[in-house]
């Protein structure tokens, strides 16, 4: 099954800039989603967007999604240190699974 | 989120004892899943059942069985625990929406330690 592969690792920036993350997969998707995860607890869905969407908005998140190169990312703008979590990308795995990437860990210092 | 809970939220137990995470669901979906999280990794899936007489094997069910009691209620089991199933252990439900892949609902996790 096809995995999503976030990028970077881990990110660090101060409060207020914003933050971007990266998600490559491997084989055609119709439809891609983030997660966040606030340490040692459950994955909160943050948004879906699908393939013949090309950008999406929910508050300060933005997410693009580019079919061509198999790739999406996630902005988040005007960070605070309540969005310090790690973030997960989600596609389709076969009959209506979902397959998490390893996540990018955020930092949102003050 | 309230709507999925875990129980026990924290179990440290013995090699070879059997164990049982359960996860009740309010949120009347017919799907749920199993999975398990070790450090810096992501999530992988153990089992999932889209209905009460669904089961269904994930990437890493070896080790672990399930047991669909109801459409709110699926446990995980360890017949005989092993330290390298150490983890964190997440239950998550869905409803499928018809067309793409659901948006899953995760319960807060059960941190299980095997000595």
């Not at chain 1, 950008?55 to 309540?82: C, M, N, P, Q």
């Not at chain 2, 992501?42 to 069985?65: A, H, M, P, T, W």
């Amino acid at each position: 099954s096809q995995q999503g592969e976030e990028d970077p690792q881990a990110l660090s920036i101060q409060e207020g800039e914003n933050a971007t993350m990266n998600c490559s997969y491997k084989t055609s998707i119709n439809n891609l989603q983030w997660y966040r995860q606030n340490s040692g607890r459950g994955l909160v869905h943050l948004i879906l967007i699908r393939s013949n969407e090309r950008e999406k908005h929910s508050g300060r998140l933005r997410v693009t999604l580019d079919t061509s190169k198999k790739s999406s990312s996630l902005l988040i703008t005007a960070s605070r240190a309540a969005d310090t979590a790690s973030y997960f990308c989600a596609t389709p795995g076969g009959a209506q699974k979902l397959v998490f990437g390893q996540g990018t860990r955020l930092t949102i210092n003050p | 989120d309230a709507d999925v809970t875990q129980t026990p939220r924290n179990r440290i137990t013995k090699t070879g004892k059997r164990i049982m995470l359960e996860c009740s669901q309010t949120k009347g979906h017919d799907r749920m899943y199993w999975y398990r999280q070790d450090p810096g990794l992501g999530l992988r899936l153990i089992y999932y059942s889209f209905d009460v007489k669904d089961i269904n094997k994930g990437e890493i069910s070896d080790g672990y069985s399930v047991s669909r009691q109801a459409q709110a209620k699926f446990s995980l089991s360890l017949e005989s625990a092993i330290p390298n199933q150490t983890a964190l252990y997440f239950c998550a439900t869905s409803d499928f929406d018809g067309g793409y892949t659901d948006t899953q609902y995760f319960g807060p996790g059960t941190r299980l330690t095997v000595l």
